[in-house]
C-alpha cells in the first residue's frame, strides 16, 4: 500500500503532484450527500429529507438585491455571477495566493475582479478586467474548497442549476466558462424564471435605513410585492463615530421628508422610514452590531450625545453607550410596529483596515470574536420579552453561546427566538452541533428555522437544501434512539424547514 511519505515529491507543494481533477465521467451531486453515513441512520434520514426537500423556500434574511429581480437582466459573466461578489470563495483564494499550491494569479482580491474604492490610497493595485482569467484562477484554485461549504453551495449550483458536466479545474476552466456563458443566455436562467424554478415563496432582502425602495415599488407593480419584501437595516445611522454618519443622517431626513436636528427628529425619521418599509411589505428589521449590548440611556444623555455627534465632537465611549441605547430604541419600535428585530452580532468588520481602505467593506476580512448575551439582552428582555406585539430573533457567530446563554434566553422569554446558524457556522457541522447544543433547552419551536443570509442568488436553493439534509439527519438519531415516533420527526421537520420561518417572520399586525 502506497503511503502519504511514500508519494513521489511528498507533501504537495506544487500543482505537478496533483491528481488530475477533470472527471472520467459527468459530474453528478451523490443523492446522499450530507445525510449520516451510519447504516441505521441514513434510511431514515431518506425518509425525512424526502418529505421536505420540495417544499417551498422561505427566505427570510438575506443580501440578494430587489434590482435583480426589478430588472429581470440575464446575468452577466460567470465570474460576475460566481467569484467577485461572494467573499467566501474570494477569502480562501486570497488565504493561498502566497501558497504554490493555491490559485496561480492570485495575490489579493484584486485579482478576483474586486475594483478599488474611487479614494483608495494611491498605488493600490488595480483590479482584472479579464472575466475569463478570473474564472481561470477560481477554476484552478477549486481544490481549495475541499471539505467546505462553499464547495457544497457552488457544485450544486454548478450542477443542479446550470447542468455543469465536469468539475472546476486549470484543465476544464474554459469548457466550463463557455458552457456557463451559453446558459446564462437562455431566457430560462434570468432571476425571475430561476427564482420560479427554485420554488421560492418569499424572499426578504435587506435595504438601508434611507432607501427610497424604488425597486420594491416595481416589483410591487409587476405583482411580486409578497413575495420580494424589504428589511430596514439602519447599522450606518446608530453608531455615530463611524465615518460619513452625518451623510447618512442628512439622507435618513431627506427621505423621511424632515431635517434632523435634535434627537427627537432623530427619532421621528427612523420611524418615519419604519413605516414606509411596512408599507412597502418588511416584515423585519436587521442590526450587525459588534457588540449585543442593549444598555438604556436616560433622555437627557441620549440628546447631548446625539447633540454632540450632530457637531462631530462624540467620544468613542459615548458613541458606544448611544449605539447600545438606540438597539433598546430600536426594540421599543418594534414592539409599536411589529417589525421583527433580527440581531446579528459578534462579528468586527473589516479586520484588515487597509483592504477595506482600499476595496471597501464584505471582501472576505470579518472576523468572528466572542460575544456575551446573557447581560446584554437584559434590558429589552426585561422591558419587551413578555411584550404580545414583541418579537426578536438572536443570531450568534460565538457558538459557544447557544447552550450556556442563547438557548436557555429562548428557552424562557415569549419574545426571543434562537436564530440558524449564522455565517461562519452554517456548515454541515455547525449545524449539527447547534442542533445537538439548542435543543436540550429551546427545544425545535423556540428557533426560527433556517436563513441563507447571502448575496449568491443561485446558492439559495443549495444552502436551504443542506440545512433540510442536516436536520433530516438528526430528526434520525432521534428515532433511532426512540426519542421521538417517526410521524413526530417528520411533523418536526416540515416545521423547521416551512412553517417555523414563516411563522418566525409574521407581517406586522397579524
Not at 87 to 115: I, W
Not at 370 to 379: D, F, H, K, N, S
Request: net charge negative; aromatic share 8%; proline share 8%.
Amino acid at each position: 500500500m502506497q503511503t502519504f511519505a511514500s508519494i513521489p515529491g511528498g507533501p504537495v507543494t506544487s500543482t505537478a503532484h496533483r491528481v488530475p481533477t477533470t472527471a472520467t465521467a459527468p459530474w453528478s451531486l451523490h443523492p446522499d450527500r450530507a445525510l449520516p453515513a451510519d447504516p441505521v441512520l441514513r434510511p431514515l434520514a431518506r425518509e425525512l429529507y424526502a418529505t421536505t426537500r420540495g417544499l417551498p423556500i422561505v427566505s427570510m434574511h438575506g443580501h440578494v438585491e430587489a434590482a435583480l429581480l426589478a430588472d429581470d437582466a440575464p446575468f452577466g459573466n460567470p465570474a460576475e455571477l460566481f467569484v467577485t461578489p461572494d467573499h467566501y470563495l474570494v477569502r480562501m483564494l486570497v488565504a493561498q495566493s502566497t501558497s504554490p499550491h493555491g490559485a496561480p494569479g492570485v495575490r489579493g482580491v484584486q485579482d478576483l475582479g474586486v475594483a478599488p474604492l474611487a479614494s483608495a490610497p494611491a498605488g493600490t493595485a488595480t483590479a482584472e478586467t479579464d472575466p475569463r482569467e478570473i474564472w481561470r484562477r477560481f477554476c484552478a484554485g477549486w481544490h481549495l474548497f475541499r471539505g467546505t461549504p462553499t464547495r457544497y453551495w457552488t457544485e450544486h449550483a454548478l450542477v443542479d442549476v446550470f447542468e455543469a458536466h465536469a468539475r472546476p479545474s486549470a484543465e476544464t476552466a474554459d469548457a466550463l466558462y463557455d458552457h456557463l456563458v451559453e446558459r446564462l443566455a437562455r431566457p430560462e436562467f434570468r432571476p425571475r424564471a430561476l427564482f420560479e424554478r427554485f420554488g421560492i415563496e418569499i424572499l426578504a432582502t435587506t435595504d438601508p435605513a434611507q432607501s427610497p425602495l424604488a425597486d420594491h415599488a416595481r416589483l410591487a407593480a409587476d405583482g411580486w410585492g409578497d413575495r420580494v419584501v424589504p428589511t430596514f437595516r439602519p447599522d450606518p445611522l446608530l453608531h455615530v463615530d463611524r465615518p460619513g454618519w452625518a451623510a447618512q443622517v442628512a439622507a435618513l431626513g431627506s427621505a423621511a421628508g424632515t431635517e434632523v436636528v435634535d434627537y427627537r427628529t432623530y427619532l421621528d425619521a427612523l420611524r418615519s422610514r419604519r413605516a414606509a418599509f411596512v408599507a412597502a411589505g418588511a416584515r423585519a428589521t436587521d442590526h450587525g452590531h459588534l457588540r449585543a449590548d442593549t444598555t438604556p440611556l436616560d433622555a437627557a444623555d441620549a440628546t447631548r450625545i446625539l447633540d454632540a455627534a450632530l457637531r462631530g465632537t462624540a467620544t468613542p465611549a459615548e458613541a458606544d453607550a448611544f449605539s447600545a441605547h438606540m438597539l433598546f430604541q430600536m426594540a421599543a419600535m418594534s414592539a409599536e410596529d411589529g417589525l421583527v428585530m433580527q440581531l446579528h452580532p459578534g462579528v468586527l468588520r473589516d479586520h484588515c483596515d487597509g483592504v477595506a481602505r482600499a476595496y471597501g467593506p464584505d471582501r472576505g476580512y470579518d472576523i468572528p470574536e466572542q460575544t456575551e448575551y446573557v447581560r446584554a439582552l437584559r434590558p429589552v428582555l426585561e422591558a419587551f420579552g413578555h411584550h404580545e406585539r414583541f418579537r426578536m430573533i438572536a443570531f450568534t457567530v460565538d457558538e459557544t453561546s447557544f447552550s450556556r446563554e442563547l438557548a436557555p434566553l429562548a428557552g424562557v422569554y415569549p419574545a426571543l427566538r434562537l436564530g440558524a446558524p449564522w455565517w461562519f457556522l452554517d456548515t454541515p457541522d455547525g449545524m449539527r452541533r447547534f442542533r445537538e447544543a439548542s435543543t436540550d433547552t429551546a427545544g425545535f419551536y423556540n428557533t426560527s428555522g433556517f436563513v441563507d443570509d447571502t448575496r449568491a442568488f443561485c446558492s439559495i436553493p443549495a444552502r436551504h437544501d443542506l440545512a433540510r439534509r442536516i436536520d433530516a439527519g438528526h430528526l434520525a438519531r432521534l428515532v433511532a434512539e426512540h426519542r421521538l415516533d417517526l410521524d413526530e420527526a417528520i411533523e418536526t421537520a416540515v416545521d423547521l424547514a416551512y412553517h417555523l420561518p414563516r411563522a418566525s417572520y409574521p407581517a406586522p399586525g397579524r
